[in-house]
């Protein structure tokens, strides 16, 4: 992506975003993936004002803003692709001044890279990104608990090790 940002809306948009951004990963029980879990990145901030939304959605010419019924406004980028091509390299270059938004966008990184190269797809590179996202937004709310996540992809790992090929079938 070629960051044409000028640099006092990009140092602008990286304080905000220290501040009230997150970068977050998510698991999605998906039973046609080879762990049983759609493995997913996020980032988001959300605001009452819109304004600041729209810039982070020019500026990152990515993502999607959506409002909510109490006026909120969430600007959100899900799309790997994104995440790789726009978010990770503006918050590269107008990067952040907290320590733990430094680490948080750092561990994202290393976990958007792992995917990237597929290792989701695999109960190892399950156990790798458990063990990132342990250190990632204190610990934050998890929905699944590691044991469930790993106790899942051992149970479909077996179950594609049991289901005869193709050929067998016929």
Same mark, same amino acid.
Request: charged share 40%.
């Given at each position: 992506m070629a960051d044409n940002t000028p640099e006092k809306i990009g140092w602008y948009l990286a304080g905000f975003a220290d501040g009230e951004g997150s970068f977050n990963l998510s698991f999605r029980p998906r039973p046609d993936y080879p762990t049983g879990w759609k493995v997913s990145l996020c980032f988001n901030v959300s605001q009452k004002d819109k304004v600041i939304l729209t810039l982070f959605k020019r500026h990152l010419k990515c993502g999607e803003l959506r409002g909510r019924p109490d006026g909120v406004w969430y600007y959100e980028v899900n799309n790997l692709n994104a995440i790789l091509g726009n978010v990770i390299p503006f918050f590269k270059k107008h990067h952040f001044l907290s320590a733990k938004k430094k680490r948080d966008f750092l561990k994202f990184c290393q976990l958007a890279e792992i995917i990237k190269n597929g290792e989701h797809l695999k109960e190892e590179g399950l156990k790798k990104i458990l063990e990132i996202r342990r250190e990632?937004?204190?610990?934050?709310?998890?929905?699944? %608990?590691?044991?469930?996540?790993?106790?899942?992809?051992?149970? %479909?790992?077996?179950?594609?090790?049991?289901?005869?090929?193709?050929e067998e079938m016929i």
């Open positions: 990632m937004n204190d610990g934050g709310k998890r929905r699944y %608990s590691e044991t469930e996540i790993l106790r899942k992809a051992k149970e %479909s790992s077996e179950t594609i090790r049991q289901t005869p090929p193709e």
